[in-house]
């Protein structure tokens, strides 16, 4: 075992955070507790902190447990004791597994186990879009795919408690030796973990067993990939949970409440991610606050466990890691990585960091840091032997013992340094907060302890003040939502600066095809950052004229996005969106230029604005069979939201051209999109709504791109048209939401919200985000907030995680514009 005392701290550095604002009644789908980047990003996906394994926004493990002793008694307050699961023997497949597959439809016997699928294929799981998903070994770019597995089990399988680990997209059906166990519908998950029933792990045996799974990837990513895992040890220590009384998700931070025996127990999670500071906003440190305090007036005697594992810090379960400990500047605790650090070498979706060092550190005297086999560890605290040796794979443990107290409180701090972010046109980028390589995370580590007291009160500020400011403009729901999404929005980018000096602030494309950069990422997340920062939006569109302007991309419009997380080194994206980014990019700069009270960075970019503008007018009234950012729908001709987009895109250019002085240029391009919007309304009526498609009677969909026309006060469409979509929407929407159009049964959050800030009567806003409200606050699909989501059942359809929530924000921004 591996211990040391950590060193003392003053307790005068130790402040109880206090949330003095409103309280969130919403019961988020999922509630963030770590939120650094895209990668280090933890989550609890239950109603209660204690009910499952902390995880990350993928559904991969990120193991964090917390447990509380008072007066010898240990009450588990944050996590579960984790799965320790391994491949069942005989089914160790970390370097791939070799199947049978077919995408051409097979006998209707294909699942029995004695099925001849000789003529079949032979590829290596698992199968997917190997250009984003990092764990696809054998190409299947989608549709239907058909896979037989043979698995040849060592042992009784009857001895263990047995496990499927399922990796889909979307729709999944497996069989075992003939059976079906699993029928997921619709959904895309990956690393779900499905628990064997008795009279499944009745079906194995000793030997072969043919493991058959089918799956139809609707469109977008696909993957299937599945093995089946055992516990390596099933004790559990900490059976016992502090009862939480609640839970109140604001903008920064999540505070819980718990009872355990005696005492009241309040924990904090803080991501102090404020816009106004962006060297701050960059440093990858998270704090979790905790205060216990007697509820009987007597002093208790308490002791806090804290518990981690390499899952933080490695993208497969194989990897081996290096754990060291950490004792500098008053803080100790552990530092593991990876043993290869391959940095940046990955890229693409779902996946998790495996360079960089994740860091778990005490704040305060008397505490003990240990490392060594988790059941090991959990045994000497509940114990109280804290010398005895340790052997087995690495955990992290850090307790505190606070001795006798009528109230006592402190922290812990989880940081991650990357120590090189983001790959940009080949060059290698440091995180931002050391972006001139003249700082260390220790440095930072530092500041992190020594602003502590100042930093809570200040998160505590802002949302305090977020809340109320959100609640006056949309009401409480409205509030709710807006908060809730906050670290999400933020936490799905990086923030680095170019080798020219620019800001960058690059999103990931999460549960989608992660690319990084994407435009149609950037417009719908852009409210929240023209709100806080116009230099956050400048890094949202930096790179898109970087890359034009550089001569590496050489259409007339703009690209999609400039590669696969965290690879920027060009659009990989396969397909084109010319209306909808040259709109988008032009839309966002106009915007910007409102809120800064100046065009000077139009102007930078000008020659660009100019080709795009010139494309649209060409062709963006009605734009040809292409894509738009909603590209799950597939392509669509005579698009009419789409082509409010384009008319909003040429306004914008003749606005900034106004605000540069070129007045002839204004009239020019505001008279052709006053001309544009009104054959737009001309060919797109239909009766009381407006159509999905031009040439599309009977059709109807959301015409969210609007809504820029009333927040820039261009007022190039007639009042008229927002005024009957509103009207519309209020009569057709369903009991979760307003659908996206008349072609299916989902819709997208983010648009719902822009589409009822067209309404001009706070109760029909109110009325058409009240859905969406529902829909999250009873959504049994535990996920960081979905913007794609069903509107006739509380569930998410795909997407999660994604910074287009940021869009939440339009309704704020609107007033801010108002002044």
């Not at 072969?208 to 099933?234: E, K, S, T």
Request: aromatic content about 12%; hydrophobic content about 35%.
């Amino acid at each position: 075992m591996k211990k040391f005392i950590i060193a003392a701290m003053a307790a005068a550095a130790i402040a109880p955070s206090v949330n003095a604002g409103a309280k969130s009644d919403l019961r988020a789908p999922a509630v963030p507790l770590i939120t650094i980047d895209p990668f280090t990003s933890a989550w609890s996906m239950n109603d209660r902190l204690t009910d499952a394994t902390v995880k990350q926004w993928t559904g991969h493990e990120f193991p964090l447990l917390g447990v509380i002793k008072v007066d010898g008694k240990c009450y588990r307050f944050l996590g579960k004791e984790d799965l320790e699961i391994k491949p069942m023997p005989g089914d160790d497949s970390h370097n791939g597994w070799e199947a049978r597959y077919t995408t051409e439809r097979p006998a209707d016997t294909w699942f029995l186990p004695e099925f001849d699928d000789s003529s079949w294929k032979t590829g290596t799981g698992a199968f997917g879009s190997m250009e984003s998903e990092h764990t696809a070994r054998t190409q299947w770019k989608g549709g239907r795919i058909w896979t037989r597995r043979v698995v040849n089990i060592e042992g009784d399988p009857r001895e263990h408690s047995l496990y499927f680990d399922l990796s889909h997209d979307d729709d999944c059906i497996v069989y075992l030796n003939g059976a079906p166990i699993i029928d997921t519908g619709d959904k895309a998950r990956k690393h779900v973990i499905h628990e064997l029933a008795p009279e499944q792990v009745a079906m194995l045996k000793p030997g072969r067993n043919v493991i058959a799974a089918y799956c139809w990837d609707r469109g977008g990513n696909a993957l299937l990939d599945y093995q089946f895992m055992v516990d390596r040890d099933p004790r559990h220590y900490f059976d016992d949970v502090a009862v939480q009384t609640s839970v109140d998700v604001q903008a920064t931070q999540t505070h819980y409440t718990f009872t355990a025996g005696p005492v009241d127990l309040k924990v904090d999670f803080t991501a102090p991610l404020l816009m106004d500071d962006l060297d701050l906003l960059s440093r990858p440190v998270n704090y979790i606050t905790y205060t216990a305090t007697s509820r009987d007036g007597k002093a208790h005697d308490i002791e806090v466990y804290l518990e981690a594992n390499d899952n933080w810090a490695k993208n497969e379960s194989w990897q081996k890691t290096t754990t060291t400990a950490y004792l500098k500047n008053g803080l100790a605790g552990h530092k593991v990585g990876t043993v290869d650090q391959p940095v940046l070498k990955r890229r693409g979706d779902g996946g998790n960091i495996d360079w960089g060092y994740f860091y778990m550190l005490g704040d305060s005297k008397n505490t003990v840091a240990t490392l060594g086999n988790g059941r090991s560890l959990r045994k000497l605290w509940v114990d109280g032997d804290s010398t005895g040796a340790v052997q087995g794979s690495p955990k992290m443990a850090l307790t505190r013992k606070h001795g006798k107290a009528v109230s006592t409180t402190g922290y812990f701090i989880l940081a991650y340094d990357d120590m090189y972010s983001i790959q940009y046109f080949g060059e290698n980028l440091r995180p931002y907060w050391n972006r001139k390589g003249n700082t260390t995370i220790d440095a930072q580590l530092k500041k992190a302890v020594k602003e502590y007291p100042a930093l809570i009160k200040r998160c505590t500020a802002f949302d305090d003040k977020l809340m109320d400011d959100a609640i006056a403009v949309g009401g409480k729901q409205y509030a709710e939502l807006t908060v809730a999404v906050y670290r999400q929005a933020i936490a799905a980018h990086k923030l680095v600066q170019a080798p020219n000096g620019d800001l960058l602030w690059l999103s990931k494309e999460c549960y989608s095809n992660g690319s990084i950069g994407t435009v149609d990422i950037t417009y719908p997340s852009s409210p929240m950052f023209l709100l806080y920062s116009p230099e956050l939006t400048k890094g949202l569109l930096n790179h898109i004229f970087y890359f034009s302007e550089s001569g590496k991309w050489t259409k007339d419009f703009p690209a999609h996005d400039v590669g696969t997380y965290p690879q920027a080194n060009g659009q990989t994206y396969d397909g084109d969106m010319p209306v909808e980014e040259g709109g988008n990019m032009l839309i966002t700069t106009a915007a910007l230029a409102q809120v800064e009270g100046n065009a000077k960075y139009a102007e930078k970019h000008w020659d660009e604005l100019t080709k795009w503008t010139k494309y649209l007018v060409k062709y963006g009234l009605d734009p040809e069979n292409q894509l738009c950012t909603d590209d799950f729908a597939g392509r669509s001709a005579h698009n009419t939201n789409l082509a409010i987009k384009a008319i909003l895109g040429v306004a914008s250019y003749g606005y900034l051209a106004g605000m540069l002085g070129k007045a002839d240029v204004e009239k020019e391009y505001m008279d052709k999109a006053r001309w544009m919007a009104a054959e737009w309304k001309k060919n797109a009526a239909d009766g009381d709504h407006y159509r999905l498609a031009f040439d599309r009677p009977n059709t109807w969909s959301q015409k969210y791109n609007l809504v820029w026309d009333h927040l820039l006060g261009f007022n190039v469409f007639d009042p008229e048209v927002a005024a009957t979509e509103v009207a519309y929407y209020k009569k057709i929407q369903h009991r979760y939401g307003l659908p996206l159009d008349s072609r299916a049964d989902y819709t997208k959050t983010d648009w719902v919200m822009w589409s009822a800030t067209l309404a001009t009567d706070k109760a029909d806003f109110e009325a058409l985000i009240r859905p969406i409200y529902e829909g999250y606050n009873c959504s049994p699909s535990r996920v960081p907030m979905s913007d794609w989501v069903w509107t006739s059942r509380p569930d998410h359809r795909a997407f999660q995680n994604r910074s287009v929530v940021g869009a939440f924000y339009i309704k704020l921004l609107e007033q801010k514009l108002k002044k």
